[in-house]
Every structure is written in structure tokens, then in C-alpha cells.
């Protein structure tokens, strides 16, 4: 496979966005960034920017690799990236808007309506509810690949409560701290003001009960949970109370924190827990995670939560294969942005189609993240793939394939010479009622593994910084 | 302000101070060790025993050798009281506080963490190495202090860091009495006569405050004048009275912020008014020993008292 090296456009010369961090780092003495790469992860280790692998007890803090070469993106690529981004993050909050209500969709034909009546992430308790703005989608992922110069696919949303964001902040800080000459070179659109307009976007949102300036809480598992500093990191960036379950109850009407003085109304509920673990009483009643009644709280008006509850169907890999009509049928505008090509296991064709290509294809779960439970074909040994056919057979909606994409690389720095890796990009989208906001960058992750094509951190993928440049 | 927050923050300072405090017994320890190797043995007993830790270490160990005590003290991590497990406790009540902490403050207690871990990874071999151990602990501390003095701003959330600082600090301060009584009590053989030197050395030592005392007092040591230092004294910062000052001040922040009277802030001042009617004289006639344990229960119930009025658990 030939694959799209984002950095070079033959063995000599950069392609345009990088050609300026081309000439400096051919400058630069490999000893010096060596011992600077080296640097930046004190910095992360210093700062505590870690991430807790689920399944590794010896390994509670992991740091997540980073690399000191940027992701560059020119404007011109940006720009068209982000009407794409713009018309999909639209389509899919009136695609949730129109299943929770008429299911127009549904009655024209265009989507299966087992796909949603028979879904785990399909929510009942949402049906005839109408968030307040309108928003279900407060803050969106869209994870991006690329495999040439004009083509880019979607490979997933992340509509449930996508994460990574304190990664693009830090990473920015670090590059920044590191190497400031780099910043006064190149043109570099800032990502710092991502937390106020998160801020600013979720004020916007704010449920009818509120009275005054919107108070913030950020809702987290808990201190063991992989994304904790995140959590911790946002909260505090954007001046939120960090709640946990414990520390919230019903009271008066409103969803109200335990303060030193007494309890307070929250107004908007940025939660990072999964919607099963939001309210026992009317999701999972062993959930400890969540607040009892806050749905009932929620459906009154008394508090925004975001990303709105059932808003995670969206993510779906069975419902992306339709993301093309979905866009086409609210917007009424052929998607900008391709799907990957998507065989659904569900269907007989398809089936017998993936069953006879394993070794070629990705196949992933309809409701996985994160990379675990996906094959990945051409990496996958005769044993992984036969153990993966059975659970495919046994159950075969669950399942969607893919082709092994020819991800591009950008290089890393490694044994003090640049590499090429692969990567993707998740580009953050915030979502107002009248606005949709799109951060000029993202998070860039990339497979530190030589040849590798799985970006995950979970599964030992690090990230870069992501520059998009002015124009 | 969460409660949760707050109790994160009162705790994170309570471990902060354990930790220092648990580092100079082993500095006392070391120092008698080093100086009188006759006693070895009673004198690490001793500091095990104004740490609360003896039952815990015979539990464990059957002579006082410098190695496995130090070691128990400082890395042993199924003592919850070992720097160590301090340190980490710190570290975890600083993550539940992390939003209420400025990046220097949170960083200094991360950056702690990560060196002693480093430097406590393996049992300390060379007994060489102890002072250069303990001095970094006490920079660690030292920067922690600095972060928070030079860049918190001073509100509740200050308060509530100072609350944890100076109730433990009294703990440790009154336990380290409560041990040592006896060898203030004017007896029979003794009144009049100068200390042990190794016991008020020690005492001393335990609190840092050698210089201090020198500075004050100069002179032979004498039992009144030692207790009267560290039960009375305003201007030395581990003496009894000094603490409860603090706690009354910050608890009087604290009523300032939030309007209202707080039932712990009374429960101060009734200590500092009973420790401010009592000369030292009236003090041992009354018994030294009854005004510790008093002294103890009064802190106690205090820290109790603060964890319910600002609603630390649901």
C-alpha cells in the first residue's frame, strides 16, 4: 500500500503548510531534540497529564506518548474540512431532534427503524423531550482520516462525550513552551480560547430555571476514572464545579451541589459519564455514578445536561453507515465530507462478503470505542481472525466492516531522525444554539508503532500537536 | 465551594503536615542514633511511640535497627502513616481538590510525588544517604508551602488549607508532649536539676525548634521553660497556642466569607480562651499530663466539628 505522507511531497521537498518547520528542523541539532523530547514528558509527567489504562492495575497513571513534530494543516485544507464538519454536526443534531419527535426519517424509508427501536443507545425517557436551545450535541468529535491530497474521510462521530480535548490544550502549551521561535515562524491559529468558548457555548444552553449567570458543574466518575484529569483539567479551566454523583442531589426543583454553604442549583451539567449511569431511577439502578430523579429534573426545564441524554445513538457504527442520507435528508445537500464504505454484517450480502475478506477488512462493533474489540485484518494473525470470525458469525449485527484504510503519515521524531507514523485527527465542535464553533485544530493521534494502523491511546498510540496555519 | 473540595483540601494539608512531621522524627531518631549508639534501641522506640506507630512496628520487626525503622517510617507503604503513604494520600485529596488549586500548588505536590517515589523506590542501603533523603523532603515541603503562600489567593479556599496545616500540626505537636510528659514533671530526684539532655534534645528536635529555643532561652533547658515553648509560646509556629491561634483565625475567615457564626469557630474559641487563662505553673499543678489529653479531645472535636459545618460528606 502507498500511503499519503502529509509532510513531504517527494524524497526533497515539504509540502506548502510544512515547508517553514521543514527548513527549521533541518537547522536543529538532533542532541538538542533529543533531550527536548525528552523534557516534554517531564513536563507532562510534572503536570499530571495522565491517563488510566482500564484492564492494567501496575500501570495506574500512564502518560500518553507525544511527539515534538507537529500535525500541520494549510488553510485552504481547513477550510474545506470545516464545512464538511459544520454540515454534519448539523444533520446530526436534527437527525437526534427528528428520532426523539416525528421520526420523519424513519416514516420516509431512509433509515431501517429496527436500527433505532431496537438500539441499546436509543432512549425512550427522550422521546417528545426537547433540550433547552435545541442542542443535543453540545460538544462534538468528529475523528477524521486522510489518505491523499483531497481526501478525507469521517471514520466516527463522537456525539456522546468525546474526549482528548485537555490533550490538544497541553500539547499546544507544551510546543509553546518548547519551542517558542517555531511560533514566531509560522503562522499558528490559537486553540488556547477553547475552554471560554466552552464556557460561553454551554451558558448559551442554559435551561429555563436558570436565573442570573449559568453555573457550571462538570460531572465525573470519579477519580479513577481514565479521563479524571480531563474532567479536572476543564472544571477548573472554565471555572465549573467537578461534581461526582455523591456530591449532587434533587432538591426544590433543581439538581443542587453540597457546598461549604449550603446546596446550590446547577444549571448546566457538562457530564462525562455514560447516559446508563446518569440516573438510577431511570436508567441503571445499580448505577452509584449518577443522580437519582435528575432525568425528571431534566425533562422540567430545571437543568441542561450536556451532551443531552440519547444523544450517543449518533455514534452508532450502524447508524454511520446511513451518516450520507442522514446529511442529504435534513440538509438537503449531498455530505461533504465521505463516509468510509461500510459493509453492515447485519446484512446477508454483506455478511458473506466480510466473512470471506477478514484478513483485509477493519471490522469494529457496532457500539465499541476506544479500539477494543475491533480486527484489524491485515495485522491480525490466522488464529486472531478465526477467533473473530466465530464471535462475527454469533452475532452478526453487532458488527460493521471496513476497508484497511491507507492512512497518512506524518513523521515523528524518533532516534534523533524524523519517521513517518500514521495518524488521525479529531477536530472538537462546539454547538450553540445559533452557533456552531469549530476549534482550529484538534487532536492529532498517531501510531507510534512503525507500520501500525491503530491510533488509539488504549491501544499505545500517542499524539501530536496540531497546527492549523492562518491563511 | 464543594464540600468535597474543601475536605479534599483540608486533608491534602493534614497529609502535607504528617509527612513533614513524620520525616523530622526520623531526623530526631537518626541524630540520637548517630550520637548515642548505646541507646540505639530505646530512642528509635521512643519516636515510634510519640509517632503512634510502635504497636505497628513490633507487629512487624523484632529489634530497632536504624535500617528497618527508617524504612518502616519513610516507605513503607503498608504503614499508612510512613512519608510515603502521606505523600500519597496528599496527592490523592490534591486530585479531588484539583480545581481549587492553582498549577503551581497542584505541580509542586505532583512533582513531590514523583521524586520521593523515585528516590524511596528501593530500601535505603546506605545509611549516608538518610540526611540527604530527608533534606529533600523538606524542600519538597518547602515548595509546596512556597507555591501556596506565593500564588493562593487567600480565600476560603486558603482557609481551609490552613485549617488542615495547623490541626494536625497541634495533633503532633500535643502527641509529642503526651509522650515526653514525664520528663517535664518536676520529680522527686529532678527539681531543680538540668534535663536529661538527651531527652529534651529530642523533644526539641521533634519540632524543629532547637534554634528557636536557644534564640529565646538562654541557657540551661529547664522543664517549665521547655513546655512553656511549646504549649504557650505565640511566636513559635508548632507551639499549641500558636495552632490554635491559626485555627481561630482561619475558622474567623471563614465566618467572615460565608456570614455566619460557625459552631467549630466557638469550639475554638473556648481552647484558645482556656489556653490563654492558665500560666505553665497552673498548668503542671493541675497535671501536664490531663491538659494533653484534654488538649487532644478539644482538637479532635474541633476537626469534627469543621468536617459537619462545611458539609465535607453528603
Not at chain 1, 451532551?307 to 446511513?322: H, L, Q, W
Request: net charge negative; charged share 25%; with cysteine.
Amino acid at each position: 500500500m502507498k500511503f499519503f505522507n502529509e509532510m513531504m511531497a517527494d524524497e526533497t521537498s515539504a509540502r506548502e503548510p510544512y515547508r517553514l518547520y521543514k527548513d527549521w528542523f533541518d537547522s536543529q541539532d538532533p542532541k538538542v531534540l533529543k533531550r527536548k523530547s525528552a523534557e516534554a514528558e517531564a513536563v507532562f509527567r510534572r503536570t499530571g497529564i495522565t491517563f488510566n489504562v482500564y484492564g492494567k492495575k501496575d500501570a495506574e497513571e500512564r502518560l500518553i506518548p507525544f511527539d515534538i513534530v507537529p500535525r500541520i494543516i494549510g488553510a485552504r485544507e481547513w477550510t474545506k474540512l470545516t464545512k464538511g464538519i459544520d454540515q454534519r454536526v448539523r444533520a446530526i443534531n436534527a437527525f437526534l431532534h427528528d428520532i426523539y419527535h416525528k421520526q420523519e426519517i424513519l416514516k420516509a424509508g431512509r433509515i431501517p427503524k429496527h436500527l433505532i427501536q431496537n438500539n441499546e443507545a436509543y432512549l425512550p425517557q427522550m422521546i417528545g423531550v426537547t433540550p433547552p436551545g435545541g442542542v443535543y450535541t453540545h460538544i462534538v468529535g468528529i475523528d477524521i482520516v486522510r489518505t491523499g491530497e483531497n481526501d478525507f474521510y469521517v471514520l466516527e462521530d463522537n456525539a456522546r462525550t468525546p474526549s482528548g480535548v485537555s490533550y490538544m490544550l497541553e500539547n499546544r502549551e507544551t510546543m509553546l513552551q518548547m519551542f517558542p521561535d517555531l511560533f514566531a515562524q509560522n503562522r499558528v491559529q490559537q486553540v488556547s480560547d477553547y475552554p471560554h468558548a466552552l464556557r460561553r457555548s454551554l451558558s448559551d444552553c442554559a435551561p429555563k430555571a436558570c436565573k442570573g449567570k449559568p453555573v457550571l458543574g462538570v460531572l465525573t466518575p470519579g477519580i479513577h476514572n481514565s479521563a479524571y484529569f480531563e474532567h479536572a483539567f476543564l472544571a477548573d479551566q472554565m471555572g465549573a464545579e467537578l461534581v461526582e454523583g455523591h456530591d449532587i442531589k434533587i432538591e426544590n426543583g433543581r439538581v443542587c451541589m453540597r457546598t461549604t454553604e449550603g446546596n446550590e442549583p446547577i444549571d448546566v451539567l457538562y457530564r462525562r459519564v455514560d447516559d446508563e449511569y446518569l440516573d438510577p431511577l431511570n436508567f441503571n439502578p445499580d448505577s452509584m455514578l449518577g443522580v437519582p430523579g435528575l432525568m425528571d429534573i431534566y425533562r422540567a426545564g430545571g437543568i441542561t445536561i450536556a451532551n443531552a441524554p440519547g444523544a450517543g445513538i449518533a455514534d452508532d457504527k450502524a447508524i454511520y453507515s446511513y451518516m450520507p442520507d442522514i446529511i442529504e435528508f435534513y440538509t438537503g445537500e449531498k455530505a461533504l465530507l465521505d463516509n468510509v464504505p461500510t459493509w453492515r454484517c447485519s446484512e446477508a450480502d454483506s455478511l458473506a462478503y466480510v466473512l470471506e475478506h477478514l484478513s483485509e477488512l477493519v471490522v469494529k462493533e457496532v457500539h465499541g470505542s476506544g479500539g477494543y474489540g475491533m480486527l484489524v485484518g491485515p495485522a491480525a494473525s490466522k488464529k486472531e481472525i478465526e477467533v473473530f470470525r466465530k464471535k462475527l458469525e454469533a452475532k452478526p449485527s453487532n458488527y460493521i466492516a471496513q476497508p484497511t484504510l491507507a492512512l497518512s503519515t506524518t513523521p515523528v521524531f524518533t532516534k534523533s531522525k524524523l519517521a513517518p507514523r500514521h495518524v488521525d485527527l479529531r477536530p472538537f465542535i462546539l454547538v450553540s444554539p445559533n452557533k456552531i464553533n469549530i476549534t482550529p485544530g484538534g487532536l492529532t493521534r498517531v501510531a507510534m508503532k512503525e507500520g501500525s494502523l491503530v491510533v488509539n491511546s488504549s491501544q499505545g498510540g500517542g499524539t501530536k500537536d496540531t497546527w492549523v496555519l492562518e491563511d | 465551594m464543594l464540600g468535597k473540595t474543601a475536605n479534599g483540601l483540608f486533608w491534602m494539608f493534614r497529609y502535607l503536615e504528617r509527612s513533614e512531621n513524620i520525616a523530622r522524627l526520623v531526623e530526631a531518631g537518626f541524630r540520637m542514633a548517630l550520637t548515642r549508639s548505646q541507646r540505639q534501641g530505646g530512642d528509635w522506640a521512643s519516636i515510634l511511640t510519640t509517632a503512634g506507630l510502635l504497636e505497628q512496628y513490633e507487629a512487624k520487626y523484632n529489634d530497632f535497627e536504624n535500617k528497618p525503622v527508617v524504612d518502616f517510617l519513610l516507605r513503607d507503604r503498608a504503614n499508612p502513616s510512613s512519608v510515603l503513604s502521606s505523600m500519597a494520600e496528599a496527592r490523592r485529596n490534591a486530585r479531588l481538590a484539583r480545581t481549587a488549586l492553582t498549577r503551581e500548588v497542584w505541580e509542586a505536590v505532583n512533582a513531590s510525588w514523583l521524586e520521593l517515589c523515585d528516590i524511596l523506590k528501593n530500601p535505603i542501603r546506605d545509611k549516608e544517604r538518610i540526611p540527604d533523603i530527608l533534606a529533600i523532603i523538606r524542600r519538597q515541603s518547602a515548595q509546596v508551602q512556597g507555591a501556596v503562600h506565593g500564588t493562593m489567593l487567600r480565600n476560603d479556599i486558603y482557609d481551609f488549607t490552613r485549617l488542615g496545616t495547623f490541626v494536625e500540626r497541634a495533633d503532633n505537636t500535643a502527641r509529642i508532649l503526651d509522650v515526653k510528659y514525664y520528663v517535664l514533671l518536676p520529680s522527686a530526684s529532678s527539681i531543680g536539676s538540668s534535663l536529661d539532655n538527651v531527652q529534651w534534645e529530642t523533644i526539641l528536635r521533634s519540632v524543629s525548634a532547637q534554634q528557636a529555643y536557644r534564640w529565646l532561652h538562654q541557657g540551661e533547658p529547664t522543664a517549665s521553660a521547655i513546655a512553656k515553648f511549646l504549649i504557650l509560646d505565640h511566636c513559635m509556629p508548632r507551639s499549641l497556642t500558636f495552632c490554635v491561634n491559626e485555627i481561630n483565625l482561619n475558622l474567623k475567615y471563614l465566618n467572615k466569607e460565608y456570614g455566619q457564626t460557625s459552631p467549630s469557630s466557638e469550639l475554638a474559641v473556648a481552647l484558645k480562651e482556656k489556653m490563654y487563662a492558665q500560666t505553665i505553673d497552673e498548668i503542671f499543678e493541675s497535671g501536664l499530663h490531663e491538659f494533653i489529653g484534654d488538649f487532644l479531645q478539644c482538637n479532635l472535636a474541633i476537626a469534627g466539628q469543621i468536617e459537619t459545618d462545611y458539609r465535607f460528606f453528603a
